[in-house]
Each structure stands twice: as C-alpha cells, then as structure tokens.
C-alpha cells in the first residue's frame, strides 16, 4: 500500500450493524432531546431505546455467522465477540428496564430531575415539585452501549482506548445523576471520573509503549513482533502491565478496586446494576482479546500476574465484604470478589477458560441486575434503604422480594442449582486443566469465606424482627417485575439446565487473529 | 430424559473398559426417581402454595414421605429378588453439566447400601412426619415447616441416591440447606436465629473440604461417578489417595458434628424436636459415615487417611460423652450423645472393610432409637410446657407413661442390654476395633461405660425422684398422633438390631458394597461381651448413686474442671471464637483500615456525611481519591515488580 495515499477502508455495514443501530440510535437521541417537547421526550426515547436495542440484537443473531476482521482490521466479529455484544445488549436492555421505573420513587424515576440544580437548592425542589424527567440519561446510556460494543471487538489499541472512553464517559456522567442523596453520588462521579482518566493515562502510555516495541497497534501485529524479536522485552513488559492496569480498574480488581465501593453505593440503582453488569463484561471481553489475540506470545509472563491478581481480589474483596453494613457497599465488594473467580478464567488461557469466563459473566451479570433490582425496591423517605439492618425482617414483609434476594445471595455464595454454582464450577474445573491447584484452593476458601455474609443477608432477612420504621417494598411497574423475573429466571434455569448455554459458548470457537 | 442411561453408560465403559456398567433401571426401578421427586412436590407445593395450602398442606406433606416410604419397601423387595452382586442399579436422568472433558450426569444409582439408607429416610422420616403433625399442632408456620422438612427428605434422598459425588455434593448441599432452615424455624428467639447461621457456616467449612475432595479427585481421575473413581483407585499414588481421604473426613466432621467441627450440633438443638429427631439425630448427621464408607475404596488405599478417621471417631466419641454427662437441657444431653455415638459409627469406618459394615449397622439402630429418645424428649418438653431442663423435671413417669415406657426401650437400645438393638450393633463394633487395636477397643468399651452413665443420669432426672416442675407447668401425656410414632419406634429399639442382624442379614447384604474382613479374637468373643456389659453397669451404678437422692433445681457450682468444660460444650466457643472468628474480623479490620472504634466506624460516619454534618469525615473522603490514586500507582508497581519476579530466573 503506497503510504501516501489515504485508501478510504471497506466497511462490511452488514457486519458492524448491531453497532450502528445502537449508535444512530444514541445520536437520534441527542436531536430528541433538542427537538421534541418535555412530554413527549420519554415515550420517544424508551421507543428508541428498547427498539434499537431489540434491533440491534436481531441484527447480531442475523448476522452471527458472520467470522471475519472489519474496517482494516480494526474490528474482529467473531464467535466470542458476538456472543459478549449479544450478552451486553441483553444487559442493557434489562437494565434500561429499571432507568425506566418511575412507580419506585414517589418523586418520578431514579435520576435527578435535573443535574445542573445544586442539591438542595430552591430550584431542585421546584423542579421535582413539577415532576421533572431528566431524559438526557437515555442517549448517554446508548453511548456507553456503543463503546461496550467496541470494546469488546476492538482488535488495535487506539480503536480500544477510543472505545473505553466512549464507554466510561457516560458512565462518570450517570453516576453523578441520582435524585436522592447528590451529594455522596456526585462525590462518586467525581472519583469515578479521576480515577477512571487516571486508568486511562495507564492504558494509553501502555499503548504508547506496545507501539515502541512493535511498531504497530493491531493486535495481530503486536503477535507478530513477539514472536519475531523473543529476546528484547523489557519494553513489551513493561508495556503490557500499563494495559493490564488499565482493565485492572475497569473490572475492579484488587488492588485498583477502591473505587467500587463508593461508586455502587452513590450512583442511582439502576445505573449501578447497569455498570456492575455490563462494564464487567465488556472489560473481561475486551482483556480476554488482549491477552489471548495480542500477547498470547507472552502468555508465560502474565499467567502468574493474573493468578496473584486474582487470588488477592477474591481475598480481599470477600474479607471486607463481611465488614460491611451496607448493602450497596457488600455487593460492591462482592462484585470485586466475583471479578477474582472470572479472572481465575481468564489466567488459564486456554479455549476452556475463555468460555469458563463468559459463562461466569452470563450467570454474574443476570444476579447483579436482579439484586438491584431488588435494592431499588426496598425503600424509606430517604430514599434506597442500604443499611443492612434496615432489610431485617423482610421475608415476612415481602416474602416474594426477600425470596428472590435470597436466591441471587445463594447464586453468589455459589450453593448448587443456582447458576453462581455452575459458573464457579467451569472456572475451577478450566484452572484445574492447566494446573493451577493452588489458585483454585484459594477460590474455594474465598467462597466459603464469602459464604459468610451472603448467609448473613438471608438471616438478617428471614430471621429478625423488623426494626422500627422498617423501610417498605415499594411497587413497581411492569419495567422492574419483568426485569427482576428475567434475572430470577436465568439465575434458576442456569443452575439446573446450564448445558444449552454451556453449548451456545463452546460453539462460539475462539478470538479471530 | 429418562433412558439415556445405556449411552451414558456405554460412555463410561469406552473410557474405563475394566467397569461394569450398573443394570440400567427397568421394572419397579424404572421410577427411582420418584424418590426424590415425591418428597420434593410435596416441598413445592407447600412453599409456592402459600395460605391456599395452610389448611390440607400438612396431611399432603405427609402423604408424600409415606409414598416414598411405600415406594422404597418396593425397591427393597425389587433389590431381594436379584442375586447378590446384580444388585446395583443405575438411573440416568439427563445429562447435567458437560464441559470439555468433564461430564457430571443428573444419574441414579440403587444399591445395597442406598436401599438401607432410603428406607431409613423414609420410614423414620414417615413417622416423625407424622409425630409432628401433633407436636406443631398449634404453630402458626406449620406449613412452611413441613415444606422444609419434605425438602429435606428431598435432599437427604438425593445425597444417598447420586451416583457421582457432583450430585452427593448437591444433596449435601441441599440437606444443609434444609436444616439451616429448620435450626432457625423459630426465628423470633435470636438464639435460634444464630444457632441456623452458625450450623451453616460451620458447614460450609466442611464443604470446602468436599468441594476440594471432588476437584482433586476429578483431576486425579478424570470423573466423579462412584463406580469409575473405585475402580481406578489403585493406581492413583498414595499421597494424592491421603489427600483426598483427609479432605473427605473434613466434609464427613463438619456434616457428622465430629471433632473439631462438632459446635454447631448442640445449638443446632433450637430447632422444633421434630427436626433435632429427623435431621440431627437419625439421617443428616449420619451423611459423613455415609461418605466415608461409600468411598471405602479410596480409605483402602491409605492407611493415614484411615487412621486419621478413627482417630476423629475416638476423640468425638469420648468428648460428646463427656458433653452429654454434663448438660442439664434434655435436648443438649441428646445432641451430645448423637456426637458420642456417631463418634462410633466414625470410628468403625476408620477400622476399614473390619468396620465399614458395622459402622451402617450401627447408623441403623442408632437412627431408630435415637428418634425414640427425641421424641420422647419432645413429648416431654410438650408436655411440661416448653421447659427442657431436666432439673425442672423429675417423676414424670407417674403422668407419661406411654411416654415413659417408650424411652426406656431406647434407653435399654442405646446403653447396649441384650437384647435390645444397640447391644448388637456397638458389641460388633467395639469387637471388630479388638481386632484391629486393642487401645481402641478398650477406648470403644469405656465410652460405653460413659453412655450408661449419662443416660441414666437423663432418665432418673425426668421420670423418677421427685417433681420439681415449674408452677405453671402440668405435664400430661402427648396425643395419640404423637404416641403411636413412639410406640412404633419403641418396638424399633427393641428388635432392629436383632431384625436386621438375623432375619435381614445385614452383614451379607452390605459386603458387596463395603466388603468385610474378620479375624478370629486371642480371646473367647463372650468375654469381650461380658466386659462391655459390666462397664456399661458399673456407669449405670454409678448415675444411680449419684442422682438417687434428691436434684438440686440450680446445678450446683463447685464441680470439677471436667464437669465444668463439658457445661460449656468443651469451651467450643471460645476455640472457635479464637481461632476462627476473631482472626477473621481484625484481617477484615485490617483490610479497611479501620482503627478499634470498630467497624460500624465507617457506616455510620458515612451516615453522617450523607447527613451533612460530618464536617471531619467529609476531609477524610475526598482524602480518598488521592490516596485511592496512590493505591493505583503501587498496584501498578506491584503489577511490574510481578512481571519482573516471573521474569528473573
């Protein structure tokens, strides 16, 4: 190719149009907000959310044969990217579900009304009086759909930077916006935010160093220079530990976790079931890529990195989990908990750890949104009611909610015909086949370990008298019970019948080079 | 699904050619499934039935276990016309989990020694079901209890019934479950509340111990399923064989309440009577002798693994003893005999194919007229209103008779005089540990000795001397719905040991399964026999020269250091306290940083910023972000400096 010339790529759009659905979509969003009366905005952006997200995943079934490297080589369409686009696109449309209760919150849905107006002022008031909808959320929200997308099929450094920041963005924006409690949610935009750009100068200096050693960004080539120059690799190492620190953060993996906590506990329910959920997938999707596409070559080098990683998270984060008392802040820790089990997964880099990760994602990301779901329901004036005393008494309340809170807490404690049994399963069994023993023994501990306080939330529930002004389970719409059904339902079908999506992943194949 | 059994044996035989695949299930067999599905409907509907059900629930609850107990009479007559080694059967359901190399099948399997335990289940599940029916009489949650304990049922036939140790790990699991239900039924006592979290905790201990147990034997041989993993247990070296032994004796202490994870059984005893008579006493306690003798051929294998388990019965066997000499509540004096005895049953397991057929034997018995005693505890705590110290009772056989007579049947079983069960089967046990080492023996013949003595301290406190009742108190004898279990179990102590020893063979009926070595004695068998039954009278003397007089109703303090530790269960609490929950909360504090104004430090400081007046917090947090970015950079240090390390050599 003469390197003057500047060849425009060809472009697949066939290929790429779950993409494009979702983010014409986000783009007709923005105009929406601009043209389209106050009324009227929410009906036309839940059509175009739920519709583009539907249509996106019909386009991604139609095409989902598709195998091949798009737009020179940027994207990889391939059966793992596919399957994770499909699993982030389920997500988002289970959590769109719940951005979109408005029955939970007497005062209207779960944002603020409007996020210019300094918490507590004379205008927010008269602004929630009014009954004010901020409907910005929903372009934002397919924004960070997009760059999931990206993220995951991204097969060249800068196309991944773009897609993480495409993706984060919107996300620091969302986790600033909720109507209760501004300040401490606008306090964890903000951390979110720093932290999340001080990650990103990790990835992008990475990125800078990779280029340096190999002279290229493409993934594949990077594969190349590895095995081309075997000896000089003080560079790529280097290299390699800026990028891994950088989707270190994004999963929250110890010791870049810190912010978890405080993000899922200030960010508005939904926003938090939506980023525990998709975020998580769309990192490990876009570090499986990295690490098995682009430095599979060095794989002998962070094998053993990732099982230090992975045996502190799931330490840490069950250990301090059962400090907790608040409910947002244990499940935050115990999603950093679970990002150690997935990342056992990720260490072995072998076929089976591959899907032995996607399936943990499958079944975690159901659970997470469905404790949301639930969080968002048990309510007092105050809004969320997160201290975990506050939850005493629950099952004789509200049998059906605590029923289905318990379920999710056996899930995640990993108790046998739940699907956190079977996902815990394949990722043990997957480690074992390369013979990492010692990693799996440290899993098993944390899971008992983490069995603690997921037991204790069951306790608490079923098996204490409510306190005095017990917090109510407010009723919500058809957006929330359906949500909630779906999780409760995949969490369920998962533990007892898991061999069709087992199947579904192991047909999926292998990363495309 | 049903009859997918050939392909997946036909599987199985490609990949370990020396197997003999189980007889597929055909005829009265073609249904084991119904088992466990009986039991498990009657759960469903009760627990998703709601109100609707409140009314005809429980008599439905009960229908379901006596099918299944009809249904496994069945079986039992099924297995009797088949010869003796074509009596394993298997069933697969479908296939559950198929990963790469690794398939775990939903499968079934029926033999000798399930059938024993499915009959069991059933049969003293039956009437303890039944039992129940007047003892919960008046409980608002009636139904939610009888859904819990048919999903026990469920569960606890599951965990016999698996062909594979995936699926024994899933009742296992399961039957755990159920009792952590049941411990915490009555939630509104905080004691309850915890004693349920404490038993699951406990538990899960013991569960890593299994989970790993599965893990390594599935790398070691490439499956799970029983028959395949037996087979091949031979060539497997022998310290991989001790791991996985030593890892299994962890499940089976921390299921079977065997030292050191025996806790959580004497507070386990919050639960309704009904449950500590079903669950921790007759069937779920038992699950870890079940274990250890259904994986005799990896014991076999180790002479290390197997003495570390006899050690355990040893030690288990003395310490419940000595807890249940101690115990003024009639239930926690029962939880420390169920230890005691499973303490035998743990013991006769690690003598090897000596002792694995004792060990059912005496699982057998004990689970008959171990239910007797709780029932009959039970009618007596019905009776004298919810009182369960002994202290406070006393006479009672003047207005309990039928109560009255029916526990001194089990008493007669559990103190082991001729004829009644327990003598058969704690005399083979205590003979075949002669066989194999006369320390043990002599151990097995004092902890006899002991049982006589603490169970007749308990019978001379309630039903003889003189009425100390509270005033409020008017004991009555229970209803007949409650007597006539009583009876029937009573007629149990008397002659299962002799059912089973003569007319059942049990000895011949197991040893397909367990295998059976025996060795001739130096000495006469009657001698050994006649020594057991002095020592067992010299501690029943000894109670009675002691409690003849009259009960203090405050237990008097100035007792001895022994009296003392097993007042307070061996200091178990305290040991746990030490070693395990105390560690765990500073590691916790440590993690967080948090100086010793504790945990809720955090919480509630956050409490009050989110409140606006926590002025001094507020400079902590957004502290954070810096020090969180700190955190980044010396876990990217930490990243590099491990990549390095990989590197250097």
Not at chain 2, 165 to 192: D, R, T
Not at chain 2, 404 to 424: K, R
Not at chain 2, 552 to 565: G, H, R, S, Y
Request: hydrophobic residues 55%; glycine residues 10%; proline residues 4%.
């Amino acid at each position: 190719m003469n390197p003057d010339v500047m060849v425009a790529p060809e472009i697949d759009y066939l290929a790429l149009l779950p993409m494009i659905i979702v983010g014409v979509a986000a783009v007709l969003g923005v105009i929406v907000e601009t043209f389209v009366g106050r009324g009227a905005r929410r009906p036309v952006q839940l059509v175009l959310v739920f519709g583009s997200l539907a249509g996106a995943f019909a386009a991604l079934v139609w095409q989902s044969s598709t195998r091949s490297l798009e737009v020179e080589g940027a994207l990889a369409i391939d059966g793992p990217g596919i399957l994770l686009m499909g699993l982030v696109l389920i997500v988002a449309f289970v959590g769109a579900m719940l951005m979109a209760e408005r029955q939970l919150d007497p005062a209207g849905d779960s944002f603020a009304p409007r996020a210019s107006a300094l918490p507590g002022s004379v205008d927010e008031r008269e602004l929630t009086k009014r009954g004010y909808l901020q409907t910005e959320v929903w372009p934002l929200f397919l924004f960070a759909v997009v760059g999931m997308m990206l993220f995951i099929t991204s097969t060249n450094l800068l196309v991944m930077f773009v897609a993480l920041e495409v993706m984060s963005l919107p996300l620091y924006l969302l986790a600033g916006m909720a109507r209760r409690r501004r300040l401490l949610s606008q306090e964890a935009a903000l951390k979110y935010f720093i932290l999340g750009a001080f990650s990103s100068a990790f990835f992008l200096f990475g990125a800078a160093l990779v280029y340096g050693f190999s002279g290229s960004v493409e993934f594949s080539a990077i594969a190349d220079a590895l095995a081309a120059k075997p000896g000089e690799t003080a560079l790529i190492v280097i290299g390699l530990a800026m990028l891994v620190v950088g989707l270190l953060f994004k999963v929250g993996a110890v010791p870049f976790h810190q912010w978890v906590p405080d993000v899922y506990q200030g960010s508005p329910a939904p926003v938090t079931a939506f980023m525990a959920a998709a975020v998580k997938v769309a990192a490990f999707g876009a570090m499986l890529r990295l690490l098995y596409v682009a430095f599979g070559g060095l794989r002998w080098d962070w094998e053993p990195l990732l099982w230090v990683v992975a045996g502190l998270t799931m330490i840490v984060g069950s250990i301090v989990a059962i400090a907790q008392t608040d409910i947002k802040r244990m499940i935050a820790y115990s999603s950093i908990a679970q990002a150690g089990f997935i990342l056992i997964g990720v260490s072995t880099a072998t076929a089976e750890g591959l899907w032995a990760s996607i399936f943990y994602l499958v079944a975690y990301s159901f659970t997470t949104l469905g404790i949301f779901a639930v969080i968002s329901m048990v309510r007092d004036s105050g809004g969320e009611a997160t201290r975990i005393e506050q939850w005493s008494g629950l099952g004789r309340t509200n049998p059906v909610i605590a029923t289905c809170f318990a379920i999710f807490m056996l899930a995640l404690a990993g108790i046998p015909l739940t699907s956190g049994f079977i996902a815990k399963f394949v990722v043990f069994e997957a480690a074992l086949a390369v013979d990492a023993v010692a990693l799996v023994i440290v899993g098993v501990i944390a899971s008992v370990i983490a069995a603690f306080f997921y037991v204790r939330i069951i306790v608490v529930m079923f098996f204490r008298d409510p306190i005095e002004g017990a917090p109510r389970v407010a009723v919500p719409s058809g957006f929330t019970t359906l949500a909630l059904s779906i999780s409760v339902a995949v969490t369920v079908i998962l533990g007892i019948l898991p061999q069709p999506v087992l199947d579904l992943i192991e047909r999926a194949g292998v990363f495309l080079r | 699904m049903i009859g997918t059994g050939a392909a997946r044996l036909a599987d199985a035989t490609n990949i370990a050619p020396v197997i003999q695949p189980l007889a597929e299930a055909t005829g009265v067999f073609s249904y084991l499934w119904l088992l466990i599905a009986l039991p498990l409907l009657g759960a469903t509907v009760l627990l998703l039935g709601g109100r609707r059900t409140n009314r005809w629930g429980p008599y439905f609850a009960v229908l379901m276990v006596v099918a299944a107990a009809a249904y496994g009479i069945a079986l039992l007559v099924g297995l009797l016309g088949r010869s003796a080694d074509d009596r394993a059967v298997g069933q697969t359901l479908f296939e559950w989990v198929f990963v790469g190399g690794f398939t775990a099948p939903m499968a079934l399997q029926l033999d000798q020694l399930s059938i024993v335990f499915v009959l069991l289940i059933t049969i003293v599940g039956s009437l303890i079901h039944i039992y129940s029916l007047g003892y919960m009489e008046h409980d608002p949650d009636k139904r939610k209890f009888f859904g819990f304990l048919n999903l026990f049922v469920a569960a606890m036939l599951l965990l016999v019934l698996a062909d594979n140790y995936l699926l024994l790990y899933v009742g296992w699991e399961g039957v755990g479950l159920a009792s952590y239900l049941l411990i915490s039924f009555w939630q509104y006592k905080p004691s309850a509340a915890a004693a349920g979290k404490k038993a699951f905790v406990m538990n899960r201990i013991g569960d890593v111990g299994l989970s790993l147990a599965i893990m390594l034997i599935f790398v070691t041989f490439g499956t799970v399923v029983f028959d395949e993993v037996f087979a091949m247990a031979g060539e497997a070296s022998e310290s991989t064989l001790t791991w996985i032994g030593l890892l299994l004796l962890l499940a089976a202490a921390g299921k079977s309440a065997q030292f050191p994870l025996q806790a959580w059984l004497l507070d386990a005893m919050e639960g309704p009577t009904p449950v500590s008579a079903l669950i921790h006493a007759a069937t779920m306690v038992t699950a870890g002798v079940y274990l250890i003798v259904r994986s005799g051929a990896i014991y076999d294998q180790t002479i290390f693994a197997l003495t570390a388990v006899m050690v355990i019965g040893v030690i288990t066997m003395f310490l419940g003893a000595f807890i249940g000499s101690a115990k003024d509540d009639i239930k926690k004096s029962l939880a420390g005999s169920t230890m005691s005895q499973i303490g035998y049953m743990v013991l006769a397991a690690g003598l090897g194919p000596v002792g694995y057929v004792f060990a059912i034997f005496h699982l057998l018995t004990h689970g008959v007229f171990k239910a007797n005693l709780f029932l009959g505890a039970g009618s007596v705590i019905h009776g004298m209103n919810g009182e369960q110290d002994m202290r406070r009772y006393g006479a009672l056989r003047k207005v309990m008779v039928i109560t009255w007579l029916t526990f001194m049947a089990a008493y007669l079983a559990i103190i082991g005089i001729p004829p009644f069960s327990g003598f058969w089967s704690k005399d083979d046990i205590i003979h075949a540990a002669f066989e194999v080492n006369v320390f043990v023996g002599v151990c097995a013949i004092i902890a006899a000795g002991i049982t006589g003595f603490y169970m007749t301290r308990m019978v001379i406190m309630t039903f003889f001397g003189k009425p100390r009742w509270p005033d409020d108190a008017h004991p009555h004898e229970s209803k007949a719905v409650m007597t006539i279990p009583l009876i029937i179990l009573a007629i149990g102590s008397m002659f299962t040991g002799m059912a089973l020893l003569f007319w059942g063979d049990i000895i011949d009926w197991l040893t397909p399964v367990t295998g059976l070595e025996q060795s001739p004695l130096p000495f006469p068998t009657i001698l050994l026999e006649i020594a057991t039954l002095v020592v067992v009278l010299v501690g029943v003397a000894i109670a009675i020269g002691m409690y003849r007089k009259d009960v203090p109703e405050e237990a008097p303090q100035d007792v001895n250091i022994l009296t003392k530790a097993a007042r307070n269960s061996m200091y178990d609490d305290a040991i746990n306290d030490v070693l395990v929950v105390q560690p765990t909360y500073s590691l916790s504090r440590a993690f967080i940083g948090v100086d010793n104004r504790g945990i809720d430090g955090i919480v509630n400081g956050l409490a009050a910023f989110v409140g606006g007046s926590g002025e001094r917090l507020r400079r902590w947090q957004t502290g954070f972000a810096r020090s969180y970015a700190l955190a980044m950079v010396g876990g990217a240090v930490l990243v590099v400096v491990v990549l390095a390390v990989v590197r250097l050599p």
